[in-house]
């Protein structure tokens, strides 16, 4: 999936972080829901400004961004 137009990072909002465009949610907060076993309908019933595909977005940009971390070791 290609989350480039639906993750966004600005300085001016949540000091930076990876946000889901066009809101102040950040991508590690939806996956903290994910993480503690929320759905993705789920998430997006609490967060109706969110979409399901603004939830896989976030996946994608953890999973593309876990690629390229190295642990130093």
């Known amino acids: ?3 480039t137009s ?3 990072v600005d300085r001016e909002v ?3 972080k990876p946000i889901v465009k ?3 949610i950040c991508v590690a907060d939806v996956l903290g829901f994910l993480a503690a076993g ?3 309908a789920g998430i ?3 967060f109706p400004q969110l979409t399901i595909e603004d ?3 976030c996946l994608a940009f ?3 961004r876990e690629r390229y971390t190295r642990i130093a070791g």
């Open 55 to 57: 939830v896989r977005a």
């Open 14 to 16: 949540r000091f930076g």
């Open 62 to 64: 953890a999973a593309d």
């Open 44 to 46: 997006v019933a609490e």
């Open 6 to 8: 639906r993750i966004v």
């Open 22 to 24: 066009g809101t102040r």
């Open 38 to 40: 929320d759905t993705e």
């Open 1 to 3: 999936m290609d989350y």
